[in-house]
């Protein structure tokens, strides 16, 4: 218990309510000042916006990602499996590079892509894709083990009843793995919102157009406007609890209407 | 709806789950499958309901070939041992599941399907439980609620797989005594599987025992009872003691036959198996002038309406031997105690008339209730 307590207030009670602490030294005034920026408002907007597309991509390509590696035995399915851990396990600067390399006009992917008039790197795409690409394996290692306990006998039943494909999904499969999908999409959007290190190798950095929120906090840091830095950061706090308390919210309502 | 099952085969890899089954089931009966595991008595019930396609022959409802029509369009109710039920929806969704995904030009209006649930769940005894959701409710109860789902499709088939294995035994009997009444009162044609013979014997009016893939025997439960047509019937319907033997002079007619194994074998005599249920074995603490087979009391089980007794013979085997309270209490039966025992019906099968099922020579009527002498086992022969 004790133990418990001082781990925890040493890593995240602590710094976090320093952060509290410091940004309410500042006046109102500074924080709307700082807020209502078309800066920050941009840089809102594009990691928000941006976390929202990727986790949202996630939790449909993840789902079906898991479904694939749960029901169909292929050769070179456990590479597969073991495959999707990657994104966790690089360092994020490398999959920005590696990113950056391909999706530039001059890479591969980039230079296809421009052939057909859309610009991936340097653009909000280009942020989307490294957003997806680091939480990619939230949604779909939450899926799994649910997807795994589902009694191939229920779909069966649901056949036997007269139900259709899909019906048989939208009916029986999707509710029962709806709260793991809803958990593993909570995770990628705070994992996407927060990422920094291979998100900023591929915007391109352009205030107001590709900069996105923690960028702009290490901009703030840098031109020593600490109480900036600190009142950007707070509002991230904000909305991560926000996000947490929507997530159990909606958790709890999955429960309640599947009392396990 | 009857059923016809022709020149099924079904393989799993090199697993030869069934072996050219033939089966015709009546409209309205109840028939059980009966066999043990890997028989292939679940594989036929699924190749019934069309969640196993067969390989080779056909599936016929009432005449119409149904073996490429899908498991939606069979319109059978499956009922699985662990309930299959949709844990996220409340008993009374779960019962409405097959009237809510019909097509929207069949389906009935919501005051209907109203109706149609409530009034399934009163013929299943569960009107109170409509808005529990399964976890909330026993085995027998989820079983019950699995039921009254199958049910609202209004099949033309029950099809039920092993349907009270995972309840304990208490449940188990007065759901079995329900399904009959329930049966009695809908008269739909039913199949269902069991490993247990009790259950098949005491529910079904048709019995089919299934082994290895083939089906041994198809009957009332009182005809695979009393005349199983094969030693793997006679070895799987209840208790039963086998004697290795060689038979000789045995044939129709006769009324007493010479069981035995002397030094000299006699021309024609050939290996078999005897089979001599507990009860038809008389037991004696002295020797009258009948054949019998001397032995000692190992166990008694005085338990129950009848009394179990082991006894080990002077050929090494082991007997068990059924009597009555009665008599058990007036031959005054001690553990260790010396006695003798013998058969008043016995059925034989010789072992090389087929290797696998050893079929009675003769309709076996001939055997069965001669009084027989049995003698000591084969040197050459030891019972395994």
């Known amino acids: 218990m004790g133990f418990t307590v001082l781990y925890l207030s040493l890593l995240v009670l602590i710094p976090l309510s320093t952060l509290v602490l410091c940004a309410g030294r500042l006046s109102w005034e500074e924080l709307w000042h700082t807020f209502s920026a078309s800066r920050t408002l941009a840089a809102y907007r594009l990691s928000l916006g941006g976390a929202l597309i990727a986790a949202g991509g996630n939790a449909i390509f993840g789902l079906l990602i898991a479904w694939v590696l749960v029901r169909y035995r292929f050769p070179g399915r456990r590479v597969l499996d073991a495959l999707v851990d990657l994104p966790f396990a690089l360092p994020t600067a490398v999959a920005g590079i590696s990113l950056t390399a391909i999706y530039a006009p001059t890479g591969v992917i980039g230079g296809w892509l421009a052939g057909a008039g859309i610009q991936a790197a340097y653009s909000p795409l280009g942020i989307i894709i490294a957003m997806a690409f680091v939480s990619l394996p939230f949604v779909i290692r939450t899926a799994q083990p649910v997807l795994q306990d589902i009694d191939r006998e229920v779909e069966e039943a649901a056949a036997t009843l007269g139900a259709d494909r ?20 909570a995770m990628a959007f705070a994992r996407a919102v927060g990422e920094y290190g291979s998100v900023v190798f591929i915007s391109g950095n352009m205030p107001g157009r590709t900069e996105i929120v923690p960028l702009l906090i290490m901009t703030r840091l840098e031109e020593y406007n600490y109480a900036g830095a600190k009142a950007v950061a707070l509002a991230l706090l904000v909305l991560s609890f926000l996000m947490l308390l929507v997530i159990n919210l909606l958790q709890a309502w999955a429960r309640r209407s599947a009392p396990v | ?12 890899g090199g697993f030869v789950a069934l072996n050219d089954v033939n089966l015709h089931v009546d409209p309205g009966a109840l028939v059980a499958l009966l066999g043990p ?33 899908d498991v939606r369009e069979r319109r059978v109710g499956f009922v699985f041992q662990h309930y299959a039920l949709f844990r996220h929806m409340t008993v009374f969704e779960n019962v409405a599941f097959g009237l809510r995904v019909r097509p929207r030009r069949v389906r009935p209006s919501r005051a209907e399907i109203q109706a149609r649930v409530t009034e399934l769940l009163q013929l299943v005894q569960l009107d109170g ?14 079983q019950r609620v699995a039921l009254a789902r199958a049910l609202a499709v209004e099949p033309k088939v029950l099809l039920l797989d092993e349907p009270f294995g995972a309840l304990d035994a208490k449940v188990r009997q007065e759901l079995r005594r329900w399904l009959r009444r329930l049966h009695e009162e809908i ?36 005809k695979v009872f009393r005349d199983p047509a094969s030693a793997f019937v006679m070895n799987f319907l209840g208790t039963v003691n086998v004697f290795h033997r060689r038979v000789s002079g045995l044939t129709p007619g006769m009324d007493a036959i010479e069981i035995q194994c002397p030094d000299e074998l006699p021309a024609g005599s050939r290996p078999a198996r005897i089979f001599v249920r507990p009860h038809n074995l008389e037991i004696d603490t002295r020797a009258s002038g009948r054949p019998r087979l001397r032995g000692r009391v190992q166990f008694i089980n005085a338990a129950g309406p009848q009394v179990k007794i082991e006894v080990l013979t002077e050929f090494g085997e082991i007997l068990q031997v059924e009597t009555s309270q009665k008599r058990y209490r007036a031959l005054g039966m001690v553990k ?46 030891k019972s395994p």
């Open chain 2, 1 to 12: 709806m009857g059923i016809e099952v022709a020149n099924v085969t079904k393989r799993f």
């Open chain 2, 129 to 142: 439980f409509a808005r529990r959701y399964p976890p909330q409710m026993s085995g027998g109860q989820r």
């Open chain 2, 187 to 222: 008269h739909v044609t039913t199949v269902f599987v069991t490993h247990d013979q009790d259950e098949a014997l005491e529910l079904a009016d048709r019995v089919v025992v299934m082994n290895a893939g083939c089906i041994e025997q198809i009957g009332t439960p009182d």
């Open chain 1, 166 to 185: 899909l019906q048989v999904f939208a009916r029986v499969i999707f509710p029962t793995v709806f709260p793991a999908v809803l958990a593993g999409f």
């Open chain 2, 336 to 381: 260790g105690g010396e006695v003798y025992v013998t058969p008043k019906e016995m059925r034989v099968f010789f072992d090389d008339s087929r290797p696998d099922q050893a079929d009675s020579l003769e309709s076996g009527s001939d055997v069965d209730t001669t009084l027989g002498r049995i003698g000591r086992p084969c040197a050459s022969k």
């Open chain 2, 37 to 69: 595991s890997g028989s292939g008595k679940t594989t036929l019930l699924r190749v019934i309901a069309g969640l196993e396609r067969p390989d080779v022959g056909s599936v016929k409802f009432e005449g119409e070939d149904a073996t490429t029509r």
